[in-house]
């Protein structure tokens, strides 16, 4: 685990480097620009959305269900190729019905709520995909709710460029839909690692718990979330990423220590669920961040 806290300390220190190259172009045009790009907010920026109704359809649609039947889209930032970020919050409560499936095995990345926005005469808003919630959010906060528990999911929808004034002036109601997927890796490792090692449990009192992991792993997966809008941020010159800088640095040496103190007690499913993490630092960083 080592390795690990050398990559994120050179990462970030990679990060500020490039901070320092944006934020001191002497160019005052650019700076200008960079200005205006931070502070940019539209003149319509929040809206409110009427659920078309609370049901979410498809897979997971016996499962959960919306506990308000309407919620309120706000203007996020620009991301760093100046698309405008929209953000919608949703509170969603789970129901009496019994999960058939343990949570576990289904594939964070391809299960998920898809959030469809129609205008005022109920047609889909042109050009606008689907948004999707899934990963950590929908699969352990979730679909890991007790009967009558809500929780809340966040959509990011990217809709308009730089500068664009009135994006959602057009926007009036919202469904939902879901759809699960089953992580077949998972569940054949999770057998091959059972019929290897039938007795490991019962030899063995250093495996970490299900719940200390699944803590380690929200940790983990939170940190690396804050990170790619740290790095964001870092890249449009924003000047509260230098500040930040010592605390980000704190956390990564911590989880480092964290981690290492699990090193060589994982099962097979928590190894599955760290990689589908690290993989979304990845995937980000190969996407620019």
């Not at 806290?5 to 005052?28: C, E, H, K, M, Q």
């Not at 100046?82 to 789970?94: A, F, G």
Request: net charge negative; charged share 30%.
């Amino acid at each position: 685990m080592n390795k690990k806290r050398l990559i994120y300390i050179g990462i970030a220190f990679a990060v500020i480097g490039l901070y320092y190259l944006t934020s001191s172009d002497p160019n005052a045009e650019r700076e200008a620009a960079e200005e205006a790009k931070r502070t940019f907010k539209p003149k319509t920026s929040t809206k409110k959305l009427q659920a078309k109704s609370k049901t979410i359809k498809g897979e997971l649609g016996d499962y959960l269900v919306l506990k308000n039947s309407t919620t309120e889209v706000n203007f996020k930032e620009l991301d760093f190729i100046d698309n405008q970020v929209w953000e919608v919050k949703l509170n969603v409560l789970r129901t009496d019905k019994p999960l058939p499936y343990d949570p576990a095995e289904l594939h964070s990345n391809y299960s998920s709520l898809g959030m469809t926005i129609f205008n005022k005469a109920g047609q889909p808003i042109s050009g606008l995909n689907t948004a999707k919630c899934s990963g950590h959010q929908l699969i352990e906060a979730i679909l890991s709710l007790k009967s009558g528990e809500d929780g809340w999911v966040t959509f990011d929808i990217y809709k308009g460029e730089k500068f664009d004034e009135g994006v959602i002036d057009d926007w009036s109601s919202f469904e939902v839909n879901s759809e699960i997927k089953f992580d077949q890796d998972v569940q054949k490792t999770s057998t091959t690692f059972d019929d290897d090692n039938s007795d490991y449990d019962n030899k063995s009192n250093a495996s970490m718990s299900d719940d200390n992991f699944n803590q380690m792993m929200d940790d983990y997966e939170d940190y690396i979330d804050e990170y790619i809008k740290f790095y964001k941020k870092a890249m449009n010159g924003d000047l509260t990423a230098l500040s930040n800088y010592p605390k980000m640095l704190e956390k990564a040496e911590a989880m480092d220590k964290s981690m290492s103190a699990a090193q060589g007690d994982m099962t097979a499913k928590q190894v599955a669920r760290f990689l589908k993490i690290q993989l979304k630092l990845t995937n980000a960083a190969l996407s620019g961040m």
